[in-house]
């Protein structure tokens, strides 16, 4: 099957099918829900609720084709034992990680608050990477995951843009996959850092990806599904 292009900035985004992941990144009640890590560091997580129904539309997409979906957790040991010192005592935040909350210990996986979200709950089969790190390649195995299903290309949605996607993606070019963040599936506590964030991606060239709108993706898929 040809590649789908996919009107973008700073051009066309050309998405190979099969060989695309879609990559939803940290969706996790602990930052998109009250009572989580995000409240605890004082922020509004209401404002990262929007990213759910757009990211939920390209995953019923995705799925719809049968194309590979990655869900990423950041989470840490019961222990704490990749959790570095720095990263927990940083701040003055009302609760700190591995603390408990009303979700269970913050940031702690098998713990309530470190699922996703339900709308966006992984299905059997689909890749769950729970990762110590703002970036999900950071000791982990998605780069033999992704290599193991011989994909070069990946869209992203997830929060919060400017700290875990950005990340994920500066450390995906790094390595050579073709990155197209969708700009509704993604939102940050700062509304100001995601507009930002987005125009660093796209800046030069593309010097980290591509951007586009949930429409434009949603549309360039149908349109190739009638063309076939």
């Not at 959790?83 to 098998?110: F, T």
């Not at 000791?139 to 950005?166: D, R, S, Y």
């Not at 434009?216 to 599904?225: P, R």
């Amino acid at each position: 099957m040809s590649d789908i292009p996919i009107p973008a900035r700073p051009y066309p985004y050309a998405l190979p099918p099969g060989r695309c992941a879609l990559v939803l990144i940290d969706l996790q009640r602990d930052f998109v829900e009250p009572g989580g890590f995000g409240a605890a560091l004082g922020n509004d997580v209401s404002l990262l609720g929007a990213a759910v129904g757009p990211a939920r539309a390209l995953l019923q997409a995705w799925r719809a084709r049968g194309w590979p979906v990655i869900h990423t957790r950041e989470s840490h040991a019961p222990d704490l034992s990749d959790c570095p010192p720095a990263k927990r005592e940083r701040g003055q935040p009302a609760l700190r990680i591995g603390d408990p909350g009303p979700m269970g210990r913050l940031l702690v996986r098998g713990e309530p608050g470190c699922e996703i979200v339900p709308a966006l709950a992984p299905l059997p089969g689909e890749t769950v990477i729970d990762k110590p790190g703002k970036g999900a390649f950071h000791a982990t195995p998605l780069q033999a995951v992704l290599q193991a299903q011989g994909i070069t290309h990946l869209v992203f949605a997830g929060v919060t843009t400017e700290v875990c996607v950005q990340t994920t993606m500066r450390e995906a070019n790094d390595r050579g996959y073709e990155c197209l963040l969708v700009e509704e599936a993604t939102a940050s506590y700062f509304p100001e850092f995601k507009a930002a964030t987005i125009a660093m991606i796209v800046a030069q060239g593309g010097i980290v990806g591509w951007a586009a709108g949930l429409n434009a993706v949603l549309g360039a898929l149908e349109g190739s599904k009638s063309a076939d």
